[in-house]
C-alpha cells in the first residue's frame, strides 16, 4: 500500500519533471574550450595567456599537449578546467604502476588544487600510429595511471582518457552503419570503453570536418544551408557533417553496448590560411565554421541519434603554430595572433553581443529551475519517510553444526526479507550458493592477507580468484579489507590497511569491476577517543591524520561507505538498558547541541558523524557493518535472553527503516548488517560472543524479530509508514496545477 500511494506521487513528479525538461532542454549549454599547442617561437608567456583567457574569453578548458608545468602554474587560480597529457613516448612506461604514480607525483599534485586539472590523456591518436607497441599498451596505462590517481585519492576528480581521430571507424557513411575497425574493436576498443564506463570518463574523439570537405559538400560542412545527407537505415536527414560524423562514433558506440559513456570533441577546427590549391579555406570560412560550431554545440538540440545532447568541445587551436610540421594549413588554425587578437571573428569575447544570448538563457534556466526546486522539494517531503534501509545479516561460519550454504541461501532469498549478506571470508562455497539470488553480497579479505593485498600483482590475482568467477550471477557489491584492524594494536597491519584498500580498488579499476564492487573496512567504537556526548566525538589522536584521514578521502573519492560496528549491548548496564534496548527512557542531553538521544545506537552513529565532520567527510555513507544483541551469556551478564535480542534486533530494524535518522542526521538511513546469522558454538571467547544467531541450524528462529516474509510484523511496519506519509500530503491535484500557471505564465506558454 504505501509502494503504491509512493508511485503515485512519484508519477506526478515525473509529469512535472518531463515538464522542466521540455521548457529547459534547448537551454542546455556546453562547454567551450581550446588546444593550447605550443610548436611556435613567438607566442606571449603562459602567464598572459591564462590572464587573458580568463579575463577576457568566454573560453572555460583548456587542452595542452604536454604536462608543461609553466603553463599548469599560469593557470592556478583562473577557474580555467585544464586537461594534460602523457606523450605517446611515455605509453610503455606508463603500464608500470611506480611509474605512474612518480609522474602523478611529479606533473598532477604539486599544481592541485589551486590550477583546475581534470583530465589527463594517455597518449594522442594512439591507434591510428600503426605502432603495435604503443597500442598494446594503450588500454593497460589507462588503466595503471587512474589506479595511480585512486592511490593519491585523485581519481574522482582527474579523469583518464584517450583522443582518436575517425580513422578508428572501418565506416562511417551513412552514420547508422559505422563500427570500429576489426581487430581494434573487441581486443582495444571495448576493453577501453568498459574502463571509461566504469571510471566515469568521457570517449574522446577529433571530428574535423575540414578534412572532409570539398567543393561540393562545402555547404554541408561549414553548417551552411544546404539539402543534407540522408540516412536511408534511420529516415534521419543530416544537415551539417559533424552532426554525421558524431552520430557515426555514437552507432560505433552502440554496436558495442557503450552508448551511453560521454562524448567530448578533443579537437576540431578550420583553418584560416593553406596551400592555394585548398577549398573553402580562409578567415571567413575559418569564422564561419568556428562559430557555427560553438552556437551549434550550445543549442543543445544534439544530432539526429543524440538528440537534446551536448558535447564538450575543444577548438583546435588557440594559435597559430609557425613551428608545425605538414601542410601549410597545419600551421593556421589559431583563434588568436601571438598579441591576443582575434584572427577572425569568432563568438568567444567576454561584452560580445553573439555571446548575450546564451547569458539570458542561462538567467531563464535559473528561473525555471527555481520553480522545479520548490517542486522537487515538495516530492522529497512526501517521500522522505518511505526511505528504507537495506537489512543485512552477519554469515559467520565459526560452527560445526550449520546447514549447507545453498540451504541458507534459498532460505534467506525465499523465506526472510534478508537482502543483504556479509561474511568474514571469500568462503567459495558460499558464494556459489548465493548465485542467482539476488542478495547482494560482501566479502572479506582476513587481517593476516592485507600486507600481500598492498602489492598490485597479488591484490589483481585475489580478485581473479575470489571476486571474477563469482560474477555477475553472485551480486557482489563489496570487499573489506580486514576487521576492525585500527583495534588490533599491530602496527604492520595497521601501516598497510590504507595502501591494501587503494590497491585492492587498483585491481579492480583493471579487472573494470570498480564501478560495481567497492572497498571498505568496518571498525570498533574504539577508534574514537570520545563518543560522549555525541558531538564531542573525535579519532583517537595518531590514528585520525595519518590513518582516517586519508582512508576518508579514498572511500570518498571511490564513492565507498566508512563502516562501524556500534553495540550498544557492549555498553550496556542495569542503569541504562532502557536507553541501549530503545525502550521508553529519559534519554541523554548533550548540552554542546541542545539535543536528547532516546537511544544508544543514535548517540553512537552521532558520535562517528562528529568525528568525521571534524576531518570534513560528513557527507561520506556510514554503513552498520555489525550490530546485535546476544540471546545467551553468563549468569552475571544483565539484559540478556530471547526476549531482550528480540526487542533490541525488533527495534534496530524499525528504527533503521523508519527514515527518522538520528539527531544530528535526520532523514538518513544507514545500511545494517546484523550480527549474527546463527549462533557459532565454535567461536571463541565469552559465552554471548556464542549466542548472537538469529536462527537455529534448522532455519527457525531463536526469537521473534521482524525479517520473515508475510510476517505480520512486516506489514504493521508497511502500515506505520503509509499511515505517517498519507497524513504529510498537503498538496493536492489543484495547488500542483496552479503551480505549473506559474511557472508557464511568464514565459509566454499559456493561451
Known amino acids: 500500500m504505501a509502494s503504491t500511494l509512493n508511485a503515485t506521487i512519484f508519477n506526478y513528479f515525473l509529469i512535472l519533471h518531463l515538464i522542466f525538461n521540455h521548457l529547459t532542454q534547448t537551454q542546455a549549454t556546453a562547454k567551450i574550450g581550446v588546444n593550447y599547442g605550443t610548436l611556435a617561437n613567438n607566442l606571449p608567456p603562459p602567464s598572459e595567456v591564462a590572464k587573458f583567457l580568463s579575463k577576457s574569453t568566454t573560453i572555460n578548458r583548456v587542452r595542452i599537449f604536454d604536462a608543461n ?3 599548469l602554474r599560469a593557470f592556478a587560480n583562473t577557474g580555467i578546467e585544464v586537461t594534460i597529457t602523457v606523450p605517446n613516448d611515455q605509453i610503455p612506461q606508463i603500464t608500470n604502476l611506480t611509474f605512474a604514480q612518480q609522474w602523478v607525483k611529479t606533473n598532477v599534485q604539486p599544481f592541485l588544487p589551486a590550477t583546475k586539472l581534470i583530465r589527463i590523456l594517455v597518449g594522442n591518436e594512439v591507434l591510428s600510429t600503426a605502432n603495435k607497441l604503443l597500442i598494446s599498451n594503450l588500454v593497460p596505462a589507462m588503466q595503471t595511471l587512474h589506479a595511480a590517481l585512486v592511490t593519491a585519492s585523485l581519481a574522482n576528480n582527474v579523469k583518464v582518457s584517450t583522443p582518436h581521430s575517425l580513422g578508428i571507424l572501418s565506416n562511417s557513411s551513412p552514420p547508422s552503419t559505422a563500427k570500429f575497425r576489426q581487430g581494434y574493436d573487441m581486443h582495444i576498443i ?6 571509461l564506463k566504469d571510471s566515469d570518463a568521457p570517449f574522446m574523439v577529433n571530428p574535423y570536418p575540414f578534412f572532409g570537405s570539398s567543393a561540393t559538400n562545402l555547404d554541408y560542412a561549414l553548417f551552411r544551408t544546404n539539402s543534407g545527407v540522408f540516412d536511408d537505415n534511420t529516415n534521419l536527414r543530416y544537415t551539417n557533417m559533424l552532426d554525421a560524423q558524431l552520430d557515426a562514433v ?11 559513456v560521454q562524448i567530448v570533441i578533443a579537437e576540431t577546427g578550420w583553418p584560416s590560411f593553406c596551400d592555394p590549391a585548398q577549398i573553402g579555406v580562409d578567415p571567413n570560412a575559418a569564422s564561419e565554421y568556428n562559430g557555427n560550431l560553438i552556437r551549434h554545440v550550445n543549442s543543445g538540440v544534439g544530432t539526429p541519434l543524440m538528440p537534446n545532447r551536448t558535447f564538450d568541445t575543444y577548438i583546435f587551436a588557440l594559435f597559430d603554430e609557425n613551428l608545425k610540421p605538414g601542410p601549410t594549413c597545419e600551421r593556421h588554425f589559431g583563434l588568436f595572433w601571438p598579441n591576443m587578437s582575434l584572427v577572425y571573428d569568432v563568438p568567444i569575447m567576454r561584452n560580445d553581443a553573439a555571446v548575450v544570448e546564451p547569458t539570458m538563457a542561462s538567467t531563464l534556466n535559473a528561473t525555471i529551475f527555481n520553480y522545479f526546486l520548490i517542486l522537487h522539494l515538495i516530492f522529497n517531503h512526501l517521500t522522505q519517510t518511505q526511505a528504507t534501509a537495506k537489512i543485512g545479516v552477519n554469515y559467520g561460519t565459526l560452527a560445526n553444526n550449520l546447514p549447507p550454504p545453498s540451504e541458507v541461501a534459498k532460505f534467506l532469498s525465499k523465506s526472510t526479507t534478508i537482502n543483504r549478506v556479509r561474511i568474514f571470508d571469500a568462503n567459495p562455497q558460499i558464494l556459489r550458493a548465493f548465485a542467482n539470488t539476488g542478495i547482494e553480497v560482501t566479502i572479506t579479505v582476513p587481517n593476516d592477507q592485507i600486507p600481500q593485498i598492498t602489492n598490485l600483482t597479488f591484490a589483481q590475482q585475489w580478485v581473479k580468484t575470489n571476486v571474477q568467477p563469482f560474477l555477475p550471477a ?7 579489507v580486514g576487521n576492525e584492524v585500527l583495534s588490533t594494536a599491530n602496527k604492520l597491519l595497521i601501516s598497510n590497511l590504507v595502501p591494501a584498500m587503494q590497491t585492492l580498488h587498483a585491481a579492480l579499476v583493471t579487472a573494470s569491476l570498480a564501478n560495481n564492487v567497492k572497498v571498505s573496512t568496518p571498525h570498533s567504537l574504539g577508534i574514537l577517543s570520545n563518543s560522549s556526548p555525541p558531538s564531542t566525538a573525535k579519532f583517537r589522536q595518531g590514528y585520525d591524520m595519518h590513518i582516517i584521514k586519508p582512508m576518508l578521502s579514498f572511500l570518498k573519492d571511490s564513492d565507498a561507505p566508512f563502516m562501524v ?10 542503569t541504562n538498558l532502557d536507553y541501549a534496548l530503545f525502550r521508553t527512557n529519559s534519554g541523554v542531553f548533550d548540552d554542546n547541541t541542545n539535543l536528547r538521544y532516546t537511544n544508544m545506537l543514535d548517540a553512537q552513529l552521532d558520535a562517528v558523524y562528529s568525528a568525521l565532520k571534524v576531518l570534513g567527510f560528513e557527507d561520506v555513507q556510514i ?4 550490530t546485535g544483541w546476544p540471546s545467551f551469556c553468563d549468569p552475571a551478564q544483565i539484559g540478556v535472553d530471547p526476549n531482550a535480542a528480540s526487542e533490541y534486533n525488533g527495534n534496530l530494524i524499525r528504527h533503521v527503516n523508519s527514515g527518522v535518522g538520528t539527531p544530528l542526521m535526520p532523514n538518513r538511513t544507514f545500511d545494517t548488517y546484523i550480527f549474527a ?7 571463541p571467547g565469552p559465552t554471548c560472543e556464542r549466542h548472537f544467531g538469529l536462527f537455529w541450524p534448522n532455519m527457525s528462529l531463536v526469537y521473534d524479530v521482524p525479517i520473515m516474509r508475510n510476517d505480520a510484523a512486516v506489514v504493521a511496519l508497511e502500515l506505520s509508514n503509509l499511515k505517517s506519509v498519507a497524513t504529510e500530503v ?15 505564465y511568464p514565459f509566454g506558454m499559456i493561451g
Open 730 to 744: 498537503v498538496v493536492d491535484l489543484s495547488e500542483v496545477c496552479l503551480l505549473l500557471m506559474r511557472l508557464w
Open 190 to 195: 571495448k576493453p577501453m570503453l568498459s574502463f
Open 677 to 683: 546469522l546463527f549462533d557459532e558454538n565454535l567461536k
Open 250 to 260: 555514437y552507432s560505433a558506440l552502440k554496436v558495442l553496448g557503450f552508448e551511453d
Open 69 to 71: 608545468p609553466q603553463i
Open 623 to 626: 554503513v552498520i557493518a555489525e
Open 474 to 480: 553472485t551480486k557482489l557489491i563489496r570487499i573489506l
Open 565 to 574: 560496528n556500534p553495540y550498544p549491548f557492549f555498553g550496556s548496564s542495569a
